[in-house]
């Protein structure tokens, strides 16, 4: 709008007034004048700049719209944490699974370290001559020392285990303070997201397609949905702190649950292997027993034959060293066994016919009796090996009844399906103690 000036109004050529009255009233004019001007133009900047009638209602629309935008990042932000804390409680969840699953395989260890210590243990109450050291014991005691180093890498799993999970549940409390902390300031909003989360993809959690490996891809905490955090904005410096502590633990917790399958299955084949190499020994050791003590069998057979005949010729040589002495009488000897009967007497009339017929029967009774003892000594030898071959039988049925034990054994409980209280003070081979005596066929 224009502004209009208006123009001095002329004075009187011929004036009466003084000078100095007429020249007060014109400034005095001009100055009114001014006034004028100046409030013209003020009015209209006004028009132009003064605030409408509404700058009420204008104030709290935008303070409105800032609540809203502000509340709304706030609750983005929540969203994400909240995804977060969930991530944290499924994987809490997955790793107590994979600490039980280590405690189960811990327990297995255990049992195989006592099952060892029980072979082991009924190993000793074989008999003395089967005591010697042997493959099978050799393989025992590697299978106890290869069992007590898995035993010690699970032990340090488990712990990394727990110390993990205590991580994670200080990262589940941080988490939860944060949000309850950020939910202050939605009360009037709802707290749902219908199809878009903090970072801008589907929520497939809700529509049953949670991923794992889609949640733990890298991701800086200054999230472009987020913006960089802000200690007086929605994304505040402890929300990132939360975020980004809660995505290193998820990580290394998945790397974690990864690293205790990888080491269960590693020292179940492990255990494996080492067992059935063990009952292998074993079972090579027992078909050893066997062939041997059927050898001995043999050997015993041939040792009672042997007996037998020695014992038969002790006979004959007796009974032929009776007949040689004759009877005990002189008076039961006939004519023909004398030594002076007529026919050698007749022979004798002539000097120096003498006859080597009793000399011959004194060496003769004499070479018997050194037969006789001979043979005697020779049974005597022969009942000696007799006792030791039937000592050696039994003690071989033993051993073989003990690695026999032993095998049945370790393979009943294998499969780990026994309970430990008590079975410590169990030594299945005292049953060897309460065997019938073996006797030599």
């Not at 004028?36 to 709290?60: F, H, Y």
């Not at 994979?98 to 243990?121: C, M, P, T, V, Y």
């Not at 949905?225 to 410096?237: A, I, N, V």
């Not at 002189?330 to 000097?351: A, G, I, K, M, W």
């Amino acid at each position: 709008m224009a502004v209009t000036t208006r123009g001095v109004m002329p004075m009187a050529t011929a004036t009466i007034g003084p000078d100095s009255w007429r020249d007060a009233t014109v400034r005095g004019i001009k100055v009114a004048q001014k006034v004028v001007d100046k409030s013209e133009k003020g009015a209209i900047l006004g028009k132009q700049l003064d605030p409408l009638p509404t700058l009420r209602d204008n104030c709290a629309q935008q303070s409105n719209t800032t609540i809203h935008k502000y509340v709304r990042e706030v609750r983005m932000v929540v969203v994400r944490l909240r995804e977060y804390l969930l991530d944290t409680n499924e994987e809490i969840k997955s790793l107590i699974r994979g600490k039980e699953a280590l405690e189960k395989a811990l327990e297995h260890r255990r049992k195989d370290i006592l099952l060892n210590q029980q072979s082991s243990a009924i190993r000793l109450t074989r008999p003395p001559r089967e005591k010697v050291l042997d493959g099978a014991d050799e393989l025992l005691h590697a299978e106890l020392k290869h069992l007590l180093k898995l035993k010690k890498t699970l032990e340090a799993q488990l712990r990394e285990t727990q110390k993990h999970l205590q991580e994670l549940d200080g990262v589940r409390k941080l988490l939860t303070a944060v949000i309850q902390e950020r939910s202050h300031v939605m009360d009037l909003i709802t707290h749902a997201v219908s199809s878009v989360t903090a970072n801008g993809r589907l929520s497939s959690r809700r529509e049953g397609r949670y991923s794992r490996q889609e949640e733990y891809r890298p991701e800086s905490p200054s999230n472009p949905m987020l913006g960089e955090p802000d200690p007086m904005g929605p994304f505040t410096p402890d929300a990132a702190k939360a975020i980004e502590e809660a995505r290193e633990a998820n990580l290394r917790s998945a790397a974690l649950r990864r690293a205790i399958k990888e080491s269960i299955d590693k020292t179940t084949i492990l255990q494996q292997a080492a067992h059935r190499s063990v009952n292998d020994g074993l079972t090579q050791k027992l078909a050893e027993t066997i062939t041997m003590t059927q050898h001995l069998q043999v050997s015993s057979g041939e040792n009672r034959a042997a007996m037998h005949r020695a014992q038969r010729w002790y006979d004959t040589t007796d009974k032929a060293r009776t007949i040689t002495m004759g009877p005990v009488s002189s008076s039961d000897l006939t004519t023909r066994e004398r030594l002076e009967r007529p026919l050698v007497r007749v022979y004798q009339r002539h000097p120096g016919n003498q006859l080597p017929e009793a000399h011959d029967i004194i060496s003769g009774q004499v070479d018997l009796l050194k037969s006789l003892k001979a043979t005697s000594r020779n049974l005597g030898l022969l009942h000696l090996a007799r006792m030791r071959l039937r000592d050696d039988i039994r003690d071989k049925k033993v051993g073989a009844d003990v690695d026999a034990h032993i095998v049945r054994l370790r393979r009943r409980r294998g499969n780990h399906r026994w309970v430990m209280e008590g079975a410590e003070a169990q030594i299945p081979g005292q049953l060897v103690a309460t065997r019938p005596h073996v006797e030599c066929p």
